[in-house]
């Protein structure tokens, strides 16, 4: 996944509005006005949260009818735990370092 690819999955699950949105759909699909019911917006307002979580590419639309409903598209999402999981290994190994070294001044008498 390109970086800017990231970036977008990213800046789209920041907002606990479009987390909830995606929470829902991991239920099923559902149209806008499905989506809309819980929350105390408009349907035009959760409209623009799904067109960002459809230019990150979390969701697709289809049409059924008159109704387009919604579907969860985890594909990116998968890239996104993915890219968290190898750097939280990263982060650990360090944390892991760093714990080991202030031991050993510990142990030789320099606290840090």
Do not use: N, Y
Request: hydrophobic content about 40%; overall charge neutral; proline content about 4%.
């Amino acid at each position: 996944m390109a970086e800017d690819e990231l970036s977008l999955v990213f800046a789209a699950l920041a907002d606990p509005t479009r987390r909830a949105i995606l929470e829902r759909l991991a239920d099923g699909d559902a149209t806008v006005q499905q989506l809309a019911e819980p929350f105390a917006m408009s349907q035009q307002a959760v409209s623009k949260h799904l067109k960002v979580l459809e230019r990150a590419r979390l969701i697709s639309r289809s049409r059924s009818a008159q109704a387009r409903p919604c579907t969860l598209d985890g594909e990116h999402l998968d890239a996104a735990v993915s890219w968290i999981e190898r750097h939280r290994q990263v982060w650990a190994d360090r944390h892991d370092r760093l714990e080991a070294h202030i031991e050993r001044l510990r142990s030789t008498g320099r606290t840090p």
